[in-house]
T-cell receptor
């Protein structure tokens, strides 16, 4: 298996632009997670899905952030409009365990820079 | 609110010696704990976990200890190897689905 796939690996954009990050989970996994890593706040859980349904989005920082999972093999995290403070590494992870229990498999991350 | 704390941002150990990474949590609802290892430019990878019904879990060179009364867990690596040099994250999960990560500890194992 190719593992969790994220695209793009790097994204540089200007303030105010829309940014879309993409994730393909491991086939057969029924939980998907979006994380943000910054120097100041470490690794934060933004939102997670079970069977394509958003379960907990309390970590989503603002209404500018939205996430979708239209099917079991694809998810997006969108920031509109983007701001410089959104600059971070965004990780997607998937799990077969269901919920936040058990081992999660992380993708390589998307490094976002908002100028 | 930092519900999971790794108070040591870095740790340096000689090859062959024991590495001890510590983690404290404040939320008594957390009942499942995990350690992840992260190399530069890669996503975190799962290392070992422990449920609150146990106080120790061992997997090869890695052992996690849980002290529920102190709300403290630790990861022991023995013997430490240069390839263990990475950032280690502690994570805690509750039955309500809440999950928090610590800020990480950078371990350097010197040959």
């Amino acid at each position: 298996d190719a593992g969790v796939i994220q695209s793009p690996r790097h994204e540089v954009t200007e303030m105010g632009q829309e940014v879309t990050l993409r994730c393909k989970p491991i086939s057969g996994h029924n939980s998907l997670f979006w994380y943000r890593q910054t120097m100041m706040r470490g690794l934060e859980l933004l939102i997670y899905f079970n069977n394509n349904v958003p379960i907990d989005d309390s970590g989503m920082p603002e209404d500018r952030f939205s996430a979708k999972m239209p099917n079991a093999s694809f998810s997006t995290l969108k920031i509109q409009p983007s701001e410089p403070r959104d600059s971070a590494v965004y990780f997607c992870a998937s799990s077969a365990a269901g919920g936040t229990r058990g081992e999660q498999f992380f993708g390589p991350g998307t490094r976002l820079t908002v100028l | 609110d930092q519900q999971v704390k790794q108070n040591s941002p870095s740790l340096s150990v000689q090859e062959g010696r024991i590495s001890i990474l510590n983690c404290d949590y404040t939320n008594s609802m957390f009942d499942y704990f995990l350690w992840y290892k992260k190399y530069p430019a890669e996503g975190p990878t799962f290392l070992i976990s422990i449920s609150s019904i146990k106080d120790k879990n061992e997997d090869g060179r890695f052992t996690v200890f849980l002290n529920k009364s102190a709300k403290h867990l630790s990861l022991h690596i023995v013997p430490s190897q240069p390839g263990d040099s990475a950032v280690y994250f502690c994570a805690a999960s509750g039955s309500d689905g809440d999950m928090r990560f610590g800020a990480g500890t950078r371990l350097t194992v010197k040959p």
